[in-house]
């Protein structure tokens, strides 16, 4: 997506100065005459989330391999070239704060829906206004927020107008638009992603509002001059928001509502901000190195049959937040990557648990959660199947195709047997034991083993 060539060429140094002197003066001049009009519309009131929207990509926080300088959709959007696309990403990475980027710089008319307020008759109305737009030569953009909220039907509402280029559109979604956008429409779209942000750029969000006079904390409150903020409560929205630097803010701007002035200084304590979150300081973030330390430590204390401490590392998880069906997965993996054929009932046990989860939540689901846990821990050991299936995926990929042998060949269609396939086979069921002599390897990896017994393994019961 880093290819000029998806826009065509970049307009001439004068061309461009000109555009964004005129993009300046018409931000100046306000929302009344910016066709974008509800995006930028933000009253001295709003909540904070709204007031910090970035009003240049100086003020952008993250996606940095999407909008970092150089970067295609940066040039697109500060050239005016902007396509029909698509933003998929978790709540509050900037999809929203992109759209409203995008309405400051361009000079067609921008229009904005929400698919979760709009329908098919307010797509139509747009699409009349754009018809208008573009016969006078201007290009309408219509965002499109959460637009996995509408149905198949209403997305064929767009198509045409899309595919005929009567309106650029712009679509946000938290879903995976493969499954949740019609696939004609999304041939006519460039997707972007968008990531969660990392704690670094919460943090240089949170610290924004802070020391912002004119849009942040203190902007408009009498008798409030400064704001402090303890490092502890710094650490702790950081680590509550998870990377959505939308809930960052409303939690900041929750906490700065109840916090202490001393002096004409709000300040901002970690006492507080556990009241507001209601949450314990458990130092466990999802995107920092916690998340990998503690689900590392249960992984190794499940491996290492150690009940109590892998009761601990997952308590510690759970306490903080974690997703239980992530849980439920690694221990579904470590069922049978770790104890595999030793006891393979703890596969079954930990797929239980795992369902389980999906049906009844928390804070119930803890339990069958520990409950599999446990029984992994407490379980005999062995990896000989992850051994094996690495040791033949190595010789999948280091060797050539073989062909499967002849007598193995699939059967089930008219001529197959002419082509000599399944010629030779022997059926195992027709023979004493339920087994005979045959080869099942092709003929060039005779011999070779990838599959070695652990100690703890079951005997081959398949043959004498």
């Known amino acids: 997506m880093g290819q000029m060539g998806l826009w065509g060429k970049a307009d001439q140094e004068a061309e461009q100065d000109a555009r964004l002197r005129g993009n ?3 931000e100046l001049s306000g929302a009344k005459q910016n066709p974008a009009g509800g995006l930028l519309a933000i009253p001295a009131d709003a909540p904070l989330a709204l007031r910090m929207t970035p009003r ?25 070239r902007v396509p029909s696309m698509l933003f998929w990403g978790p709540p509050g990475t900037g999809k929203t704060a992109l759209a409203r980027l995008i309405a400051m710089k361009t000079r067609s008319a921008f229009r904005e829906l929400s698919a979760v307020t709009s329908g098919v008759q307010d797509v139509r109305d747009v699409v009349a206004e754009a018809a208008k737009e573009k016969k006078a030569g201007k290009r309408t953009i219509l965002f499109l927020d959460e637009i996995h909220r509408f149905n198949k039907a209403q997305q064929d509402a767009l198509l045409p107008h899309v595919e005929r280029g009567t309106i650029a559109l712009i679509g946000a979604t938290t879903e995976n638009p493969y499954f949740s956008v019609n696939p004609a429409l999304l041939s006519r779209m460039r997707i972007f992603s968008l990531s969660h942000l990392s704690p670094e750029h919460i943090e240089t969000i949170v610290r924004r509002a802070v020391e912002d006079k004119e849009r942040g904390l203190a902007a408009g409150s009498a008798g409030v001059a400064e704001v ?3 490092d502890g409560a710094l650490q702790h929205i950081v680590g509550f928001s998870r990377g959505d630097a939308r809930v960052a803010l409303n939690v900041l701007e929750a906490l700065y509502n109840v916090s202490d002035v001393r002096d004409g200084k709000a300040v901002l304590t970690l006492s507080k901000a556990l009241e507001i979150t209601q949450s314990p300081q458990l130092f466990y973030d999802k995107l920092g190195d916690q998340h990998y330390d503690i689900i590392s430590a249960f992984i190794k204390s499940m491996r290492g049959s150690d009940p109590d401490a892998a009761v601990y590392w997952l308590a510690r998880m759970l306490e903080a937040g974690e997703d239980p069906r992530f849980v439920a ?3 579904v993996i470590c069922a049978s990557e770790d104890v595999g054929l030793a006891d393979p009932m703890a596969l079954v046990v930990a797929e239980a648990a795992f369902r389980a989860c999906e049906h009844i939540g928390m804070p119930e689901a803890r ?4 409950h599999a846990a446990i029984y992994v821990a407490l379980a005999p050991k062995s990896n000989s199947a992850y051994l094996a299936v690495e040791k033949a995926s190595q010789a999948v990929k280091e060797r050539p195709a073989y062909p499967v042998p002849p007598h193995l060949r699939g059967t089930g269609y008219a001529g197959a047997e002419k ?3 399944g010629v030779g086979y022997k059926y195992a069921h027709d023979y004493p034991g339920h087994w ?3 080869q099942y390897l092709p003929r060039e990896l005779m011999g070779e083993k990838f599959f070695a017994p652990g100690e703890k393994d079951p005997p081959n019961r398949g043959r004498p």
């Open 228 to 230: 402090e903020i303890e």
């Open 367 to 370: 339990i069958p959660l520990a």
């Open 56 to 80: 240049s990509f100086e003020e952008f926080v993250g996606q940095e391999d999407l909008v970092g300088p150089g970067k295609a959709l940066r040039v697109a959007i500060e050239g005016d």
């Open 436 to 438: 005979v002599e045959q």
């Open 419 to 421: 082509l000599g396939h």
């Open 24 to 26: 300046h003066e018409r």
């Open 329 to 331: 997965r690694r221990i």
